[in-house]
Every structure is written in structure tokens, then in C-alpha cells.
């Protein structure tokens, strides 16, 4: 059997395939203070509740330092592109990756390929709970919204996505929705909070309220705007806003709290 409904008895089964969700995972208050570094020795002297780090560049060490400051640790990892600079790339089969997302080395995967996928990902999500993570940050799960090279639709992503919060949540750690704030509606109830990016430069803040309404955590990174821009509009929603430089090597942080 091919075409559609074989794509729909396939997913349905792995879904089955993933463990029962560990029920102890972290549940991220709605006011939680954090720092986000994806680039050079972390900066693990901010005064914050939890950290957003890359989960294939830091090791357990950093994640039990961290710890022992009585911080949480997000683990930040690519769902929605392959990199080619990471350990796995060569896992990616050249059917899958499409167009590049404007960044050196990465490319649109085809989430419609779930078969191939999954093995990756979970891999990927495995390191970050050996690793001793809190809370995965899914990146890059829009494609269908940017010139992917696939024909893909807003409802494309959505049971990756599922899939992609169920399969952290068996291995004991939260997962964030990160942008595609359009399709909130469909996603706050897999995920335990948002992390967006310059909501407030396109107005798109308001898409992310049903988290806030939920009592989980609004998480937004603003890089062009001043504080003075935005940091009361976030703190009137609720939203945990901060300015912070787009390579986020931690050059500027300048939190609205």
C-alpha cells in the first residue's frame, strides 16, 4: 500500500512504538528567567532559572555545573535541518534535504519523512537525556512556511511535531514549541512552553497567548529592537523577553526582568 493512508498507518504506528511519557519530566513555571548560547564557552555566571545550550557542543559536565547552580538546562537541538557540521550529518539521506534555510551549512528536511527521521532524532534526543538536559529546544520547525523545496503544507508538520514532544517526554525531559506561533492552537497541548524569536518586531506575540493561558512559560528572543521597544509589552502579557545578539554567542543579554 502506498499514497497517503500507508503515510498515515506508518506514523501511526511509531507513535505507538514510543514509550509511555515519563511522568516526573520538568514542568517550566511561566515565569522562567533564562539565558540562550548556542556559540563559544558558555557564559554560566547569569543570574537565571534555566540555560538554552547546544546539546552536541556542551557535554554532561556543563550540564551538571550548570546544576549545581541550581539552574535547569535546555538542550538545544535541529529537528527541522541538517547541519553539516554535525557528527551525524552523513545519517541524512539526500531524499530528505531540500533548499538551505539561509544558513551556512543547513538544509530543510522533508518532516513528511518520519520513517527517516525518527532514528535520527531519537538519537539526537537520547544524547540530551544522557547528557543529564532538562528540556529540549526543537529547532527549525516551520519549513512548510519558507521555501523548503518540498511541497509542504501548515498541516505537514504537525504530526512530526507531535511525534517530536512525545519522544521527549518518554525520555523524562520538557520540549519546547519554538516559533511557527501560527499553529499554537493545534500544538500547546504536546508542548510545555514557546521560545519565539522577534515577536514583537512582527507582531506575532499574540500567537503565543494560549501558553500563557495554559500557565506555561512565553520565552522571546528580540534582536534588533531596543529594550525600550518591547520589554513593557512583554512584561504585561507575561511574556520572558529578553535582547540578545542573533549569533547568540553571548556578546548581549539584556533581559526585560
Not at 31 to 40: A, D, E, H, K, V
Amino acid at each position: 500500500m502506498r499514497g497517503p493512508a500507508a503515510v498515515v498507518l506508518a506514523l501511526a504506528a511509531m507513535l505507538a512504538a514510543v514509550p509511555s511519557a515519563v511522568a516526573g519530566w520538568w514542568r517550566p513555571p511561566q515565569r522562567l528567567t533564562w539565558y540562550w548560547q548556542l556559540q563559544g564557552a558558555v557564559k554560566n555566571d547569569k543570574a537565571v532559572d534555566a540555560y538554552d545550550i547546544d546539546g552536541f557542543e556542551n557535554d554532561a559536565g556543563e550540564v551538571a555545573l550548570l546544576h549545581g547552580q541550581g539552574k535547569r538546562v535546555i538542550c538545544y537541538i535541529d529537528v527541522g535541518t541538517s547541519e553539516n557540521f554535525r557528527p551525524d550529518y552523513r545519517s541524512f539521506p539526500a531524499s530528505v534535504k531540500g533548499r538551505s534555510n539561509g544558513w551556512p551549512g543547513e538544509r530543510w528536511l522533508d518532516v513528511r519523512r518520519l520513517d527517516v527521521l525518527a532514528p535520527i532524532m531519537s538519537a539526537r534526543f537520547e544524547m540530551c537525556a544522557q547528557k543529564g538536559f532538562d528540556a529540549v529546544e526543537p529547532d527549525n520547525m516551520e519549513a512548510y512556511a519558507n521555501a523548503s523545496g518540498f511541497p509542504l503544507t501548515a498541516s505537514d508538520p504537525l504530526a512530526y511535531n507531535e511525534w517530536v514532544a512525545q519522544t521527549v517526554h518518554a525520555l523524562g525531559m520538557a520540549v519546547l514549541q519554538k516559533n511557527d506561533g501560527e499553529q499554537t492552537q493545534q500544538q500547546v497541548k504536546d508542548f510545555d512552553g514557546a521560545l519565539a524569536e522577534q515577536c514583537n518586531q512582527y507582531h506575532e506575540c499574540s500567537d503565543y497567548m494560549l501558553y500563557l493561558q495554559a500557565g506555561k512559560p512565553v520565552l522571546n528572543a528580540e534582536y534588533r529592537l531596543g529594550k525600550s521597544r518591547f520589554c513593557a509589552a512583554d512584561e504585561s502579557s507575561g511574556i520572558m523577553g529578553a535582547r540578545l545578539n542573533l549569533a547568540l554567542n553571548g556578546r548581549r543579554f539584556e533581559p526585560c526582568w
